[in-house]
């Protein structure tokens, strides 16, 4: 529908482009390449993925002026928050049926239609009452699965093998950054230092009515991301692309609930990024016993995301590399754990440079295992369709996320927190992540669809070279014959010859005779 200009062809790294150009010739298929386009695809997908996640935690931290100013209870808040996660679980197979079956292009543009409806409805606040909010809430959420389960199908679309880890790194560190922005923007940004009162009902409101109207109007920056998007480039960047069979829905989630290495890579994946998120709500309440204010909580939060950028490059590069999923994983959660393990302790000493420092190498090697798991989950499901398997591994860690913000809020003690509320929270985010770690020992490494693909190309090549003996004996015999032929034929200067010699020995006999 909409033309792209694809005359532009970045080739990043030669030694990954010849590989692939050789697999494609053998696949029978046009030059493996990559686009500079994709970059715009990229910053279309992460434009929604930020935009569409600060709607997760709007209403929360400013909660009790909201109570206030809407006459509703603290559960109702909440709720606000809660419909928005929900949503994914509930639609995810239907929104991972739907990318199978049109292009994740059209099912992230349906994300954006129903996300600027609901910050659209959420303008409503004032002349109704606060559950048209929960509505509003509701079509974000809705949203969720059709953005976030295609991110493996845009990255395997437009990516080579070798960026495909780092892609998925930054869409997964710009979806936590957005729930960070969600907590920031209402108290920092909009409410500050308000407090409600009667005589500031009026003051109140407007600053809610603002707070709708920022996130509308920043909403609307996603239209253009329509008429950008696009399914795929004119040619792949990789065989991995086509090697998806379509399989049904049904069929589809009765073999993922089945499959035993999957489940443990999904429990796995739920108990570490559900729960991180989970903690980090709850980041302001474990630091304020040691003496650390709100600008140090913004900072703290920052430093993980950072190093998840930072290792993002070098993780895909170690992955494409080896191929060797669960030793990488265990690297990686060994040393997260151990950094988990030093979050208390840290604290203590009240040095906030120690917690930065602690934080930034925390990020460095727990982020770069979303992908990781994502890829490894994939993986385990060949030959279905890695959308499925994106959408429940993140249903999971948003459940998950939903259990463990309950619980640690319950024992940080929210304003009321102390030191040892501190501590008794900092053990169950670790006992969590080690119940994690144990999943993970337990999976198995089987690589379905890389041996499919190794398979396949294999194949292609025992034909490639048996069709080139073929064709060298063909050539042989032919010239073989035709050696033959011009022995009993002579050819046509050979013929002229002795033609010229027939009529010279003629012409002989005739002077013979006369004489």
């Known amino acids: 529908m909409h033309k792209t200009h694809h005359s532009q062809i970045t080739y990043e790294n030669q030694d990954e482009l010849q590989q692939e150009n050789q697999n494609s010739s053998l696949l029978e298929i046009k030059s493996y390449q990559q686009y500079a386009y994709r970059w715009v695809i990229l910053i279309c997908f992460l434009s929604v993925v930020f935009i569409n996640g600060i709607a997760y935690q709007t209403f929360i931290p400013n909660a009790k002026q909201f109570i206030e100013l809407y006459d509703v209870s603290e559960q109702i808040i909440t709720l606000s928050g809660t419909i928005y996660l929900i949503m994914q679980p509930l639609f995810t197979f239907f929104a991972s049926s739907f990318i199978v079956n049109k292009g994740f292009a059209l099912s992230l543009n349906f994300g954006v239609l129903l996300t600027i409806v609901g910050y659209v409805i959420r303008l409503f606040i004032n002349k109704f009452s606060f559950s048209i909010v929960i509505l509003g809430q509701a079509c974000l959420g809705i949203s969720r699965p059709f953005i976030l389960n295609g991110q493996i199908t845009m990255a395997q679309n437009w990516f080579y093998p070798s960026n495909r880890t780092a892609v998925l790194t930054v869409c997964n560190v710009f979806q936590t950054f957005s729930m960070i922005i969600s907590v920031i923007w209402p108290a920092n940004w909009i409410f500050q230092d308000y407090s409600y009162k009667d005589e500031l009902k009026e003051q109140g409101l407007e600053l809610s ?307």
């Open 209 to 515: 009515l603002k707070l709708q109207y920022q996130q509308f109007f920043l909403s609307l920056l996603l239209i253009p991301v329509i008429f950008l998007i696009r399914n795929n480039p004119v040619t792949p960047p990789s065989s991995f692309t086509n090697t998806d069979i379509d399989i049904g829905i049904q069929q589809s989630i009765t073999k993922l609930l089945t499959n035993k290495n999957f489940l443990l890579i999904l429990l796995t994946f739920s108990f570490y990024f559900g729960t991180i998120k989970g903690y980090g709500l709850n980041v302001p309440y474990l630091m304020s016993p040691f003496g650390f204010v709100d600008t140090h909580y913004s900072i703290a939060s920052s430093m993980l995301i950072i190093g998840g950028f930072i290792s993002a490059g070098m993780v895909s590069k170690v992955v494409l590399k080896f191929k060797r999923y669960k030793a990488i994983g265990i690297v990686l959660l060994s040393i997260s754990l151990i950094l988990t393990l030093l979050t208390y302790p840290i604290l203590m000493t009240e040095q906030f440079i120690p917690l930065c420092i602690q934080q930034l190498l925390l990020g460095f090697f727990l982020i770069p295992m979303v992908p990781v798991l994502m890829e490894y989950g994939c993986e385990a499901i060949y030959p279905i369709d890695g959308s499925f398997s994106i959408g429940i591994m993140v249903s999971g860690s948003t459940i998950m996320a939903l259990l463990s913000s309950i619980l640690l809020t319950y024992t940080a003690k929210g304003k009321d927190s102390n030191k040892q509320s501190a501590l008794i929270t900092t053990i169950i985010w670790c006992i969590i992540f080690i119940m994690g770690f144990l999943f993970f020992l337990f999976t198995k490494e089987i690589l379905n669809k890389t041996k499919d693909q190794e398979k396949k190309l294999q194949q292609k090549s025992d034909s490639a070279n048996s069709n080139k003996n073929n064709q060298t004996s063909i050539n042989e015999s032919f010239h073989s014959e035709n050696i033959k032929t011009q022995a009993v034929h002579p050819t046509g200067d050979e013929y002229l010859f002795l033609s010229n010699s027939n009529d010279f020995n003629q012409d002989n006999k005739k002077s013979d005779q006369q004489q």
